[in-house]
């Protein structure tokens, strides 16, 4: 879900850190290097005191979805599919609450729409998926999928 890789983190950039010690705050970056493989540091405005910056060591920093490139031709953002509806041959299936990474492939998390029925993970691979929308805010998926569902 997050990409270690990405370059979108940026001095200047207004961001909300979101830790598991304090509410989720506004912030401004600084600075931002890498840290080796999978890590970036940054410097936030105003946390200028090292037992202060421990506070927030391992906080999730969010960025507002507008400051994202533009995906390529067939691939999204998983926040633009969460609350997607999942649609199959037969009509809903159920809705999207995220995206959990595997080795071997990513997959959906899917609330069925009956009630009854425990949440789902449907591999997110051609084999299932026939696209996703995210226009429309819908995961369109092939007939094999339903046997996640029975």
């Known amino acids: ?13 207004p961001v909300l850190l979101r830790s598991r010690r304090a509410e989720a705050q506004p ?11 999978g890590v970036k540091l940054a410097k936030v405005r105003g946390i200028d005191d090292p037992d202060r910056a421990a506070e927030l060591r391992g906080a999730v920093v969010c960025v507002q979805r507008q400051a ?3 995906p390529d031709n ?6 633009d599919i969460v609350g997607a509806r ?5 009509g809903e299936l159920g809705t999207v609450e995220g ?6 492939s990513d997959a959906l998390v899917v609330r069925p729409t009956d009630p009854e029925k425990e ?8 084999a299932f998926i026939d696209r996703v929308d995210t226009e429309i805010g819908t995961v369109i998926a092939k007939e094999e999928i339903l046997e996640f569902f029975r």
């Open 99 to 104: 995206i959990v990474t595997y080795p071997g």
């Open 27 to 37: 912030a401004i970056v600084e600075w931002v290097r890498d840290g080796g493989p």
């Open 86 to 90: 999942l649609v199959g041959p037969s």
């Open 1 to 13: 879900m997050y990409n270690p890789d990405s370059s979108l983190l940026e001095a200047g950039m």
């Open 74 to 79: 067939g691939e999204f953002y998983v926040c």
């Open 68 to 70: 994202f490139p533009e």
């Open 119 to 126: 949440t789902v993970e449907i591999p997110l691979v051609d």
